[in-house]
């Protein structure tokens, strides 16, 4: 069976940082396209931050861009997100999201992820 876990969220002060951690189990994802995206109450789900299978590639929002930094260790199977600097509109449940496909391109669709993990709440105060 696979699962995406993510870990790593918590409340914070504004201007603080968190890193956020995905583990994958059940099979390996690594040359599988990964992403980060969050849901914030009464709003939709967006695009945070995407990686390709390599590693090689990466996209951001730009909400987050210059902010937030994902990373991929293949070998562990598992996905980061740093986020610095953050502010209150950071504030969501942030998923993590996985292709089943081997990609080389970065992907910013939730519709093309076919795995997603239970999300990890983030809270940031002011």
């Known amino acids: 069976q696979v699962q995406l876990v993510e870990s790593g969220g918590q409340l914070v002060q504004a201007g603080g940082s968190l890193r956020l951690s995905c583990a994958a189990s059940g099979r390996t994802f690594r040359w599988s396209a990964m992403g980060w995206f969050r849901q914030a109450p009464g709003k939709e789900r967006e695009f945070v931050a995407g990686i390709s299978g390599s590693g090689t590639y990466t996209k951001y929002a730009d909400s987050v861009k210059g902010r937030f930094t994902i990373s991929k260790d293949n070998a562990k199977n598992t996905v980061w997100l740093q986020m610095n600097s953050l502010n209150p509109e950071d504030t969501a449940v942030y998923y993590c999201?996985?292709?089943?496909?081997?990609?080389?391109?970065?992907?910013?669709?939730?519709?093309?992820?076919?795995?997603w993990g239970q999300g990890t709440q983030v809270t940031v105060s002011s």
């Open positions: 999201a996985a292709d089943r496909e081997d990609t080389v391109v970065v992907i910013t669709s939730a519709e093309r992820y076919d795995y």
